[in-house]
């Protein structure tokens, strides 16, 4: 099944907490739509961490890495997919 929308809003969806990935959900496309996903997820993590964050604002640091963490958790769970499927990524 081809990707639904933009790569790039789905990784952003993602690091927001709209979207998870998970094995069931990642059967739906084919290898090149998750070598994209996943580049895109490369690209959104890149963009994260370039946001300039004040040290004493503890939320907005929380924040951050948590956005960070979630799309951790679904590069992961994308490369694991990846590598049980043997599709090359």
């Known amino acids: 099944m081809a990707i639904s ?3 790039k809003k789905i990784a952003q969806d993602i690091a927001d907490g ?3 990935l ?3 959900a990642l059967k739906r496309y084919s ?4 070598k994209v996903i996943l580049a895109n997820i490369g690209i959104v993590q890149r963009e994260i961490r370039a946001l300039q964050v004040m040290q004493d604002d503890v939320l907005e640091i929380k924040a951050k890495n ?3 963490t ?3 958790q679904a590069e992961v769970v994308l490369r694991s997919f990846c590598k049980k499927y ?3 990524v």
């Open 22 to 24: 998970s094995p069931p």
């Open 66 to 68: 948590i956005r960070l």
């Open 5 to 7: 929308g933009s790569p």
């Open 70 to 72: 979630r799309l951790n």
């Open 18 to 20: 709209f979207v998870s």
């Open 86 to 88: 043997r599709i090359p």
């Open 31 to 34: 290898p090149a739509d998750l």
